[in-house]
């Protein structure tokens, strides 16, 4: 009998202590998990969304805390030369390379080639480049093979900026994400950083709003944007969408460089010119059409 109550008891004293667990569980729950909700949030900044992390907000590392992703290229910054260099063969012959290397800031479109004999047409200096992530597809395999010929190929830019359109269409995403890991990958001194889609939407209503209203924005156009924002004075270079000449009346390449033929699918590139003429004649900015002479402006 004295055995039955034992095993009784302590059968009792099992289940109170396990449901004292339970209700202490139960507890830790409701108590806990609002708290959790008022102070982390996690149904609403668990993942990062449009809602929750607007643009311009500041986005710090998990595990590097005061690590930020990387400053702004362009905040604050102002200079008083800068060139905008295009790709159009009415840079061949054109003696513009020392001119443009003497701007203080120099922007390049579209990885063009350097050196090889370009020098003292284009120059050689570079602050930023950018890339058509379409050119990341055609030329490097959209970096899916072997990488390191697309870091080699870098090298000619130095430790320049490599400005990526991240965010026009969905496939360029991924695109450039890899062109970051590839850089990172091998160490290459140039730091890919991308094009704010936001930027380039104000920038469409803002030209749109001035005429500008055939086709999406060149890199070109976006370029030129900038340089008129951060500084006193913008040189154009390379900016002749057309195949004849516009002095000695000889034929054009498309590119210094090649001469591909021109695809304006989504550009208005005649038009685009004709805002380059209008903004020369205004003074707002100078386009180098014919042979430069070294030591001037």
């Known amino acids: 009998m004295k055995g039955q109550q034992i095993k009784l008891s302590s059968s009792v004293m099992i289940t109170v202590l396990c449901l004292g667990s339970l209700l202490i569980t139960a507890f830790w729950i409701v108590d806990n998990s609002s708290q959790l909700r008022s102070e982390c949030h996690g149904f609403d900044r668990a993942i990062i969304t449009q809602a929750n992390t607007p643009v ?8 590097e805390v005061g690590k930020t992703l990387r ?12 060139a905008v260099v295009g790709n159009s063969g009415i840079l061949s012959n054109s003696s513009c390379g020392e001119m443009i290397d003497s701007a203080q800031f120099v922007i390049r479109c579209n990885l063009p080639s350097l050196r090889k004999g370009y020098e003292k047409d284009v120059g050689i200096k570079t602050d930023v480049v950018t890339a058509n992530p379409s050119i990341i597809w055609k030329k490097h395999g959209d970096l899916e093979g072997r990488r390191r010929p697309f870091v080699e190929s870098l090298r000619i830019y130095g430790k320049s900026r490599l400005l990526l359109p991240a965010f026009t269409f969905a496939r360029d995403v991924a695109r450039s994400l890899r062109v970051v ?12 950083v991308f094009l704010n889609p936001d930027y380039i939407r104000s920038l469409t209503l803002f030209w749109r709003s001035r005429g500008q209203r055939k086709g999406a924005l060149s890199t070109g156009l976006e370029m030129v944007s900038l340089a008129l924002e951060h500084c006193a004075n913008v040189h154009l270079y390379g900016f002749w969408p057309f195949s004849i000449h516009p002095f000695e009346l000889n034929a054009v390449n498309n590119h210094y460089f090649d001469n591909d033929k021109a695809s304006w699918t989504h550009h ?21 059409l014919g042979k430069c002479q070294p030591g001037t402006n």
């Open 56 to 63: 311009g907000s500041k986005i710090l590392f998990s595990l």
């Open 71 to 82: 400053e702004n290229l362009f905040q604050n910054k102002k200079w008083d030369t800068c």
């Open 181 to 192: 890991y590839t850089a990172e990958d091998f160490e290459s001194p140039m730091w890919p």
């Open 268 to 288: 208005a590139m005649p038009e685009e010119f004709d805002l380059w003429l209008q903004l020369h004649i205004q003074g707002v900015l100078r386009l180098h």
